[in-house]
């Protein structure tokens, strides 16, 4: 994995002896390697799950805990977190090596899990290496055909991951979900969203299937192969991994992906390398996923999921937005969150006028 880490901020650090000795004594298969106490950099980020480098001479590891303060919340359920993986491990190979669980938040005033690290490159905005447009072709086909794996995992066969599953009707909680926090986090310059939102409410499918969903499938969320960056070798971050509808999920991820063609304001947007020579459109990867999946789809039936997805990044925009506003947060750089929201406002009409 690239070495983004930073020194720990002060607010976020935690007693690295009492994990050293947690580890010594629970991490049996690693203890050779877990000699003496590690150093600890944190990674950057952390308005969801605290991530850490624990480097042994002989062994780098990865602590995931709950943001400081947080205590067992469902967003921030490191066991749930912890046994999604380790039900994984064994039919889908782009996981990392669980290590070990920690419940007992007398040790850190946290839960806390810990994996090997995943050793490739994270793409951020831009490629840090040279790809010839076939190459970057290559690495959508294989990044899309990581997400088609997992939507083929049997959940049925894997009772942690099973226990997920409840039941028909994703789509339709999903909706009420994201509208109901859409409601709560409104502010005074909030457009008008009514006749969007009836639409969403009024055109959602029902589901096509019901498999493992990550929630939140992005570059930035998987690391390639520091042999050959073209090759998907893992996919990080599975907080908000469910049982759900896989065409939510891909709809989800698309709304995170610029193409060159878009317009200024969205370009705004990318924090992944897609506007590179090469790269697939939306449409393209569209098109392979269900064929891949076996899935018809038609622009028309497509729009619904374009559209949620866009809606979910703007309430999710606004929350961020909502913070700034009622002065929760003194961080200039939320300022862009509340003409984000506006402008995706816009784009969801640009999609509903061809309805």
């Not at 894997?158 to 859409?182: M, T």
């Not at 759900?244 to 390398?273: A, I, K, N, T």
Request: proline residues 6%; glycine residues 8%; negative net charge.
């Amino acid at each position: 994995m690239t070495d983004e880490s930073r020194p720990v901020r002060e607010e976020d650090a935690f007693d690295v002896e009492a994990v050293a000795a947690w580890l010594r004594e629970h991490a049996t298969a690693f203890r050779d390697d877990l000699v003496g106490t590690p150093e600890v950099r944190q990674f950057p980020g952390g308005a969801s799950n605290l991530t850490y480098l624990l480097s042994y001479p002989d062994r780098d590891l990865i602590l995931r805990r709950p943001p400081t303060g947080v205590k067992a919340a469902s967003a921030h359920d490191m066991g749930r977190e912890f046994r999604i993986q380790s039900a994984l491990a064994p039919v889908f190979p782009y996981v990392a090596t669980m290590v070990g669980l920690c419940d007992d938040e007398s040790v850190i005033d946290s839960e806390f899990y810990v994996m090997e690290r995943l050793d490739g490159t994270i793409l951020r905005r831009e490629l840090p290496f040279e790809a010839t447009p076939e190459d970057a072709s290559r690495l959508c086909e294989n990044a899309f055909d990581v997400l088609i794996a997992l939507h083929s995992v049997d959940t049925g066969s894997l009772p942690d991951l099973a226990q997920l599953d409840k039941g028909p009707g994703y789509i339709g909680r999903q909706v009420s979900g994201w509208i109901a926090r859409f409601a709560k986090a409104r502010t005074d310059d909030t457009g008008d969203w009514s006749d969007i939102v009836e639409w969403i409410e009024q055109h959602q499918p029902d589901d096509v299937a019901r498999v493992l969903i990550h929630n939140d499938f992005r570059f930035d969320n998987m690391v390639l192969d520091p042999d050959d960056p073209m090759r998907i070798v893992g996919v990080l971050d599975w907080e908000m991994a469910t049982v759900g509808d896989p065409l939510m999920d891909l709809g989800g991820s698309m709304s995170y992906w610029v193409e060159p063609g878009d317009d200024e304001f969205f370009q705004q947007f990318r924090r992944q390398p897609t506007t590179a020579p090469g790269m697939w459109t939306r449409e393209q990867i569209v098109a392979h996923y269900c064929e891949r999946m076996g899935f018809s789809m038609t622009p028309d039936r497509w729009r619904f999921y374009e559209v949620f997805g866009i809606f979910r990044l703007a309430v999710i925009a606004q929350q961020i937005w909502y913070r700034y506003y009622h002065r929760q947060t003194t961080n200039e750089s939320y300022a862009v969150f509340g003409p984000a929201v506006g402008y995706l406002e816009k784009r969801c009409r640009q999609l509903l006028g061809g309805s």
